[in-house]
């Protein structure tokens, strides 16, 4: 029988590729609002349906481990036993995912003291003799031995499950140099790290495959082993027990007994209300149309969305009748923009129609639109206005001084823990229609379906802001809009930098990296790749014999607080190199990207953004200008690159002196910290003076260091074990620290015990002003999911508070700034410290107004106390 005629017989390896799709898949942007994950559940199922459609097999199965202990594990203890734990997150998702494959009518398979590769090789051998052709779907490449003129088997790539390999048999030799019978042998030579399988030392592919390929199987090569010379000759023969015991456990078992056969596994019907019900637990909308499409349902009847909503025909637009349609349509408007190699491409929409509006350089045409942008009696929405805003001036037109409408600030706002949806992703979630929506950063013409996007965006917005909760309409309306235009004149602008003085300390950076590198070679003798984690192990737990640290899926760990503990533990000359040159090379990175980021201007243009956290802090991309060191040499010789501009005096600081201390003292009502901070006291003293029961001025050096620690670390929810291995101290005396602290300022255990426990109930935490963070997580049945969110719970409300209350005196600046008059100019935010260019002349005023609106954000139980510097650079202006 012709192959393409052959019934078609999948079975796929379940745990396998599923644990492929979870790393693969981002675990924030898969999460229900009860707090599962389920990335692995998303990635596994998307590529299953592609496979069906593109492989078309009439019988079907998925195979999945009972456990991680099978009939290998008793007869090799050590088999698999440096893979780590399982990740909390993934846990729970395979139950899910077997029931979805129930509601699709897909057979699972599951056999006690055996592995799922073992079932999917019964099946593929039982199928192939009963004329099927056969695909085995497996991430792992054992199965490579089961290919077939009629057996091939898809193997996930690099990227996860999106992307399969075909080996047929062709395809295995050409990889391997060997047959697919033949792959065991190579496999137990050469040994399997993944599964703790170790090989003949000092043999590698090439040397295996040349071992195979003369003697014809791994029998024979031992057989005439004496035959084999050199140093690896040796090691076969002192260690051929590794090879049959490796060759033993890498067969695949091929006669499990199955309550079914390939026969049997014929793909069922697809259940409606069963997929219904799981999918939309899972909140998989698209996968939903996916799976009910093959069962002959159009997606309109599988996911109950009202029918397709008729859209208007884009016109284009110019002159007279631009203005004269402007005229007709008061708004609000929302507009798509396009930047285009000469010029600006526009869609326009009222929400019943729609235009087209293409201006070139040098032309008027579009000069109606441009006028009423800045109409201040006009509302416009936009899709990511700070970015626009940007393509305008590029564009040379004046940009809007305010914005009314960001569907990407609010769609964060409305769920700030999970990755941005399209906008075609919103009319789908809000609207429950499908939309053709383009990507609004493509340089492309003007087509109906990137004009029709400002009528969606027309349509989705109100939608999307009426979503919001009140509270967090309020933060988005009053703090978040507002800031668009303020960081984009930031971003503009810029922060003036001495460009030779950081080339000249990059070089600097290198040569110490170099020193270091130098002082490490000569530690041990020979040269090694100081930035490969599998030379560093081999130097550091064979060459030197050090203690292991704990296990990654690579080996162990080699990662700087690994490396610091190994350090501290057992010092070597080594690692105090190996260190040092971690630390000159990271520094290094981040002055060239500096050095690389300066513009024409002189200047660094750092991008704000606004959604980049779940807390409502801003992040700085391109170059980060919010990990720039402090309170190190180094870090002092980087800030003191960051200048004033040409026409300014100097720098200007401004930051809030312990602003996290004083919202926790607000929140808790604690009367102690209230007091001390109306008081003017210094805080640390303060609570050292109360734990350790001295008078302020007996505080030491070391008692102010542990209840600075500890101060700041209950607000992310340090234990004691944790303080203890921070300060280097016994957990005994941790434990006794916090108790003495929680006796004194009680009213602070109470707050926070109690915010987790109300953001449980509420599902979410709220900052000052309203801001909301939702934590469906809280209420999760994976303890260490619940635990890592009651930790970030926590500190949710103070970090939000601080976040909002910089914001609300940056907008209150600027708008001082800008009502004066002032040529002084806010160049730069980094979390509580704002730094400014002072013009000449303007710097007394500027301190007085910066203080003002700085101490003024917030009316807390505490004084919110600023500190002002002033200098020539960054580092000049500390204080």
């Not at 909308?285 to 025909?313: F, I, N, Q, W």
């Amino acid at each position: 029988m012709d192959s393409a005629d052959k019934p078609t017989l999948m079975v796929i390896d379940g745990h396998s590729l599923a644990f492929r799709a979870f790393y693969a898949l981002p675990l924030e942007s898969f999460v229900t609002p009860e707090g599962q994950h389920t990335n692995a559940i998303h990635g596994f199922l998307s590529m299953l349906l592609s496979l069906l459609k593109k492989e078309q097999p009439t019988h079907l199965a998925v195979a999945f481990d009972v456990s991680r202990y099978s009939f290998r594990t008793r007869e090799y203890p050590e088999y698999k036993a440096t893979r780590g734990e399982t990740p909390s997150e993934f846990v729970g998702q395979i139950p899910l995912l077997q029931k979805a494959l129930e509601a699709m009518g897909i057979i699972t398979l599951q056999k006690e003291d055996f592995e799922a590769d073992d079932i999917l090789a019964t099946l593929a051998s039982q199928g192939e003799a009963s004329g099927f052709r056969v695909f085995v779907v497996s991430g792992d490449r054992d199965t490579l031995q089961l290919v077939t003129r009629d057996v091939t088997v898809l193997y996930p790539s690099s990227r996860g499950v999106s992307e399969l390999k075909r080996y047929t048999p062709e395809a295995v030799f050409e990889r391997y140099g060997v047959n697919p019978e033949s792959y065991p042998d190579i496999a137990a030579l050469v040994g399997e790290t993944s599964d703790n399988l170790i090989g003949i030392d000092k043999v590698g592919e090439k040397t295996a495959v040349k071992w195979i390929t003369q003697y014809g199987s791994l029998d024979e090569l031992l057989a005439h082993a004496d035959e084999i010379g050199g140093v690896v000759g040796g090691n076969l023969r002192e260690q051929k027990e590794r090879a049959v015991r490796n060759r033993g456990l890498n067969a695949l078992v091929r006669d499990v007994e199955l309550t079914v056969t390939p026969e049997d596994l014929v793909r069922g019907e697809i259940d409606r209300d069963a997929v219904t019900d799981i999918f939309g637990q899972l909140r998989f909308r698209t996968l939903t149309e996916r799976v009910l499409a093959l069962a002959g349902e159009s997606p309109a009847v599988a996911t109950d969305a009202t029918p397709a909503t008729a859209t208007p025909t884009p016109r284009a637009l110019l002159d007279e009748e631009l203005e004269h349609w402007l005229g007709q349509h008061p708004g609000p408007l929302s507009i798509i923009l396009r930047p285009a190699p000469a010029g600006l491409l526009c869609g326009v929409s009222d929400g019943s129609d729609v235009i087209s509006v293409v201006h070139t350089e040098g032309s008027e045409d579009a000069a109606p639109l441009q006028k009423a942008l800045n109409d201040p009696g006009r509302q416009w929405w936009w899709h990511h206005a700070k970015d626009d805003l940007h393509v305008l001036s590029q564009a040379g037109w004046d940009a809007p001084a305010v914005i009314h409408g960001d569907l990407r600030v609010a769609s964060w706002m409305l769920a700030p823990g999970r990755k941005l949806p399209t906008l075609a992703g919103l009319v789908e979630e809000l609207l429950g229609e499908s939309s053709v929506a383009t990507d609004p950063n493509a340089l492309i013409d003007v087509s109906a379906e990137g004009v029709l996007d400002a009528w969606w965006l027309h349509r989705v917005y109100p939608a999307l802001r009426d979503a919001l909760p009140a509270a967090q309409r309020t933060v988005y309306e009053e703090m978040e809009l507002p800031l668009i235009p303020i960081l984009w004149r930031m971003e503009q602008l810029g922060i003036a930098s001495d460009r030779s003085a950081l080339e000249a300390l990059d070089a600097q950076l290198l040569a110490e990296a170099g020193e270091h590198q130098r002082r490490a070679f000569e530690a041990i003798g020979h040269e090694v790749n100081l930035g490969s984690p599998k030379q560093l192990q081999g130097v550091l737990f064979d060459e030197l014999a050090m203690p292991k640290t704990r296990q990654t899926k690579t080996g162990y760990s080699t990662d700087q607080q690994a490396l610091a503990e190994l350090q501290e533990s057992h010092p070597h000359p080594f690692l105090d190199a190996l260190l040092g040159h971690r630390d000159q090379t990271k520094l290094h990175q981040i002055v060239e990207g500096l050095a690389t980021a300066v513009g024409e201007d002189g200047r660094l243009h750092t991008t704000f953004d606004q959604t980049g956290t779940s807390t409502g802090r801003l992040s700085s991309l391109e170059p980060n200008l919010q990990n720039i060191p402090a309170r190190t040499d180094i870090g002092h010789q980087i800030r003191a690159t960051f200048v004033h501009g040409g026409s300014a005096e100097g720098l200007l600081t401004a930051d809030y002196s312990q602003i996290e201390m004083r919202i926790m003292a607000h929140f808790s009502g604690d009367e102690a910290l209230i007091e001390a901070f109306r008081r003017g006291e210094d805080l640390h003293n303060y609570v050292g003076a109360q734990v350790f029961q001295v008078e302020p001025d007996a505080v030491t050096p070391a008692m102010r260091t542990k209840v600075k620690a500890m101060s700041y670390g209950l607000a992310y929810g340090l234990s004691a074990y944790g303080l203890a291995k921070q300060l280097r101290i016994a957990p005994s005396e941790a434990k006794n620290l916090m108790g003495d602290y929680f006796e004194r300022f009680g009213r602070v255990r109470d707050y926070l015990r109690d915010v987790v426990e109300t953001a449980r109930t509420a599902g979410y935490t709220e900052t000052f002003f309203g801001r909301q963070r939702p934590f469906p997580e809280l209420n999760s049945s994976n303890r260490m999911v619940r635990e890592s969110a009651e930790r970030a719970a926590l500190n949710a409300p103070m970090q939000g508070t601080a976040a909002d209350i910089i914001k609300r005196a940056m907008i209150a600046i600027d708008a001082r700034l800008r009502e004066t008059a002032m040529a002084s100019a806010m160049v730069l935010q980094v979390h509580d410290e704002l730094i400014f260019d002072v013009a000449v002349g303007e710097r007394d005023a500027l301190e007085a107004l910066v203080r003002e609106e700085m101490e003024g954000a917030a009316e807390l139980d505490v004084p919110l106390e600023v500190n002002l510097g002033f200098g020539a650079h960054w580092d000049a202006a500390a204080h």
